[in-house]
């Protein structure tokens, strides 16, 4: 009886979680089209957004334009992100899919270490060469790292710490797609240091091994305003 039961309760405890990382996830459509729109009075909600009446979905729910146009990367760390979400695209809402286009500067530009705490992206390299990578969680906390020439393909797991870096002597461009309407992005150095309102830097010094001046330094640099 106690091993019935005990089965039982394994089998309850994994279906829970099945449930936990399916709601991980964005959720399957039920139907053709969820076209999101920002009038409540008109839609339903939906996976975060308000949908279209299918019946009144044009083709330019679907559309975007201009990802063939490069982007100013002057900026202090020599990259762009144009992204190509639910929020430009509104028939992706329910797809869990999106796209982006990254232009980076030569000699350095950078896409600075980040997290999509909602998709997996997958990366592929039109112009330039890119040395990336992404870390594994703790406690191995591995590097795992790459250079990247056109053509080349990378694939950056959920939720883990990655970049990408121009290695090269002129422009890189890569498109990476992610497999979220809204996968969110949180930059490193932005989060931690950059925060509204600031965390104490007695917190920062401890966490980094940093003397309480250089945290404060960095969180001037950082500050919500300069985000």
Known sequence: MKGHCGFLAVFALLALASILVTSAYDPSPLQDTCVAINDPKTGIFVNGKFY???KFVTADDFFFSGLNIPRDTSNPVGSVVTPVNVDQIPGLNTMGI?????????YGGLNPPHTHPRATEILVVLEG????GFVTSNPDNRLVSKVLYPGDVFVFPIGLIHFQQNVGKTNAVAFAGLSSQNPGVITIANAVFGSNPPINPNVLTRAFQLDNNVVK???SRFGWKNN
């Not at 999106?98 to 030569?106: C, E, G, K, M, N």
């Open 52 to 54: 279209k009446d299918p």
């Open 98 to 106: 999106s796209l982006v286009r990254i232009d980076y500067a030569p």
């Open 129 to 132: 060469t890119l040395y990336v």
């Open 217 to 219: 330094y960095l969180q």
